[in-house]
Each structure stands twice: as structure tokens, then as C-alpha cells.
């Protein structure tokens, strides 16, 4: 069916089921229930044969208002707290996923394009490392501890000071994605391009292993939450430059809010990265290696299944709430 034949068959009883959520006078509970699903087996419907049609958009965000009508009665998950990690920002993830999927990419390449400049241009790596960070760990890497840098300072300093910067690294990636997303491209390209090299060179000087040990113990979360802010901020560009039906003023208070939501959302992780690398980070020459790829393994598993996986499965059990009312 034409998705224009489609909207005129179903149009009527769209917006029946808007008055009668909506209206002062609701129907009975079984004739509502009927409207609901017809109501989802439509949105089922359009995200199959129309996946980039604006009807998914407002038969989505009607099921969604009419399900939280139906249940405002219903006591939330425990409180907003819990609600906000364990259901809001999963099905935001869900819906702006692609939004990650273009993060990743964009760091991937650039991450990719550093490690083979590094290859190609012996002063490339002095250029986005600087001559002292360089010149230090060559030091460090002859007396044995490639990851010495790390270890400097006291436990509680690096901590607060790591994190506060990754922290203000963080909303800036959100927030230059003012700049219709080439700001936070930007701040991608950038750390994209430093990893790369920064791993290229110690892999020239023989220590990835050992460098690999160390400095992802506390970069798994850190770097994988800088993507996803990523995502946020091109969210905002997005909101800017692609106002679909609404406003562009809408559009953009919208992307601001779903922004700032999933940047806030990185902030446990971003502190949990400062903690690693101002506390564990430190001792990784002394640790088995099992134990510090088994952090490794563990946080980076964490972040992924949240930001990854587990919004699959929270949309999937809310299509299932929905169509059980």
C-alpha cells in the first residue's frame, strides 16, 4: 500500500484516538484499549514499509503521550532518578541510534587517519603530542613503564583533575553542536586523530601491549563516552539544519533537551574513567595481565551494553506494554 493510501484509511481513526485520550470525555476502557492497538500495529505497520516517513514520527509520539496518559495513575520505576537512566535515555539511544552509529565512524576515520599519518610522517606524532609528552615517555618506556605519565601526582588530585576535564570536554562536544554538528565533528576529528597516533607511536616503539594494559583500563569509558556525545551534539546540529515538520526554533529546543539529557547521562561514566585513571590506571605495570584486560573487558562492556544493547531492549519492552493494554 502507498503510504498516501495509507494515511487516508487510517487518518479518521488517528484522530478519534487524539480526542479520546485527549478530550474531556474518555471512552470506555475496552473501546480504548481497541483504538491502542489498532494505534500500534499502525506504527508497526509504517516503521516497516515507510522507515523514513514522518507518520512513524507522530503515530510514535502519539502512542508514547497516550501510554503515559493511560498510566498517570501509575507510579514511575521507583522515582524520576531511576526512571531517567533506566527507561528515558535507553529510548532516547534507541531512536537517535544512527546518531552513534555516525559518531563512531567519524572517530573511527579519524582515529584510522592518525595512525597512518603517524606511519607515513616520523614528526606527525610530535605535532598532536607535543615535544614533552614525547620526549617523557621515550624516557619512561626506556626504564621500563610506558604508562609512567599516568602516575604522577596524588591518587585524589588526578582524580578530580582528570575528570573535571573530560567533564568540560564532554559539554563542549555537546554543545558545539550549535556549529549545525562541524564544532562537535570537530572535537571528534580531534581526539579521533590523537588516538591513533598516540597508539601508532607506541606500537613503533614495541610496548602496545603494555601501553594497551594501562591506558584503557581508565580510556574504555572515557573515550566511548566522548563519542556518545558526539552523538549528542550532532543531534543538535541535526535539530538545526533538519527541522522536519516543526519549527526550526522547536526543532532545536527539542534537540537541545534530548542533547543535554544524553550528555548527563555520560557523567557516571566520565567519573568512573577519572576514578580508574587517577586510582587503578597507576598500578597496571604491577597487575597480572588478567586482571587489567579483565577491567578493560568489564568497563567497556558496561558502557557498550548500556548504550548499545540495552536500548533494544527497552523499546522492545515498551512495544510490548503498548500492545498489551
Known amino acids: 500500500m502507498r503510504e498516501v493510501a495509507f494515511i487516508k484509511k487510517n487518518k479518521q481513526k488517528w484522530q478519534d484516538f487524539e480526542t479520546a485520550i485527549f ?13 491502542y492497538t489498532q494505534l500500534v500495529n499502525d506504527l508497526s505497520y ?17 502512542a508514547a503521550k497516550a501510554f503515559q496518559k493511560i498510566y498517570k495513575t501509575k507510579r514511575q520505576d521507583t522515582n524520576r532518578f531511576v526512571y531517567f537512566f533506566k527507561t528515558e535515555v535507553p529510548l532516547i539511544m534507541y531512536h537517535y541510534r544512527r546518531y552513534v552509529a555516525y559518531a563512531f565512524i567519524i572517530f573511527g576515520a579519524f582515529a584510522a587517519i592518525g595512525a597512518l599519518s603517524a606511519a607515513y610522517d616520523d614528526s606527525f606524532v610530535r605535532l598532536i603530542l607535543g615535544d614533552y609528552y614525547v620526549n617523557l615517555t621515550l624516557e619512561n618506556i626506556k ?20 575528570t573535571l576535564n573530560n567533564l568540560y570536554v564532554g559539554i563542549l562536544n555537546v554543545v558545539y553542536g ?26 613503533k616503539e614495541g610496548v602496545l601491549m603494555q601501553s594497551v594494559r594501562g591506558i584503557w583500563i581508565h580510556g ?20 538545526i539544519l533538519f527541522p ?19 550528555l548527563i547521562s555520560t557523567f557516571p561514566f566520565t567519573i568512573c574513567a577519572g576514578f580508574l585513571e587517577g586510582f587503578v590506571t597507576r598500578y597496571s605495570n604491577v597487575m ?20 548499545i544493547i540495552y536500548p533494544h531492549r527497552v523499546h522492545k519492552k515498551q512495544q510490548l506494554n503498548y500492545a498489551t493494554i
Open 288 to 307: 597480572p595481565n588478567w586482571l587489567s584486560l579483565g577491567i578493560i573487558f568489564t568497563t567497556l562492556s558496561i558502557i557498550t551494553y548500556y548504550y
Open 23 to 35: 478530550g474531556k470525555q474518555l471512552k470506555n476502557p475496552d473501546e480504548l484499549a481497541s483504538l
Open 244 to 262: 522536519k515538520t516543526y519549527s526550526r526554533l522547536t526543532s532545536f529546543k527539542h534537540g537541545v533537551k534530548t542533547g543535554v539529557k544524553i
Open 220 to 239: 574504555a569509558m572515557e573515550i566511548f563516552a566522548i563519542v556518545i556525545e558526539g552523538a549528542a551534539g550532532f543531534i543538535i546540529g541535526a535539530s
Open 178 to 203: 550549535v556549529f549545525g554538528g562541524l564544532g562537535t565533528g570537530y572535537i571528534l576529528m580531534e581526539n579521533g586523530i590523537m588516538i591513533g597516533a598516540f597508539q601508532y607511536f607506541f606500537e
Open 143 to 162: 626504564k621500563g613503564d610506558p604508562v609512567a605519565i599516568y602516575k604522577s601526582g596524588s591518587n585524589w588530585g588526578s582524580f578530580i583533575g582528570i
Open 46 to 62: 509504517a516503521q516497516t514499509y515507510y522507515p523514513k516517513s514522518k507518520t512513524i514520527l507522530y503515530l510514535n509520539n502519539l
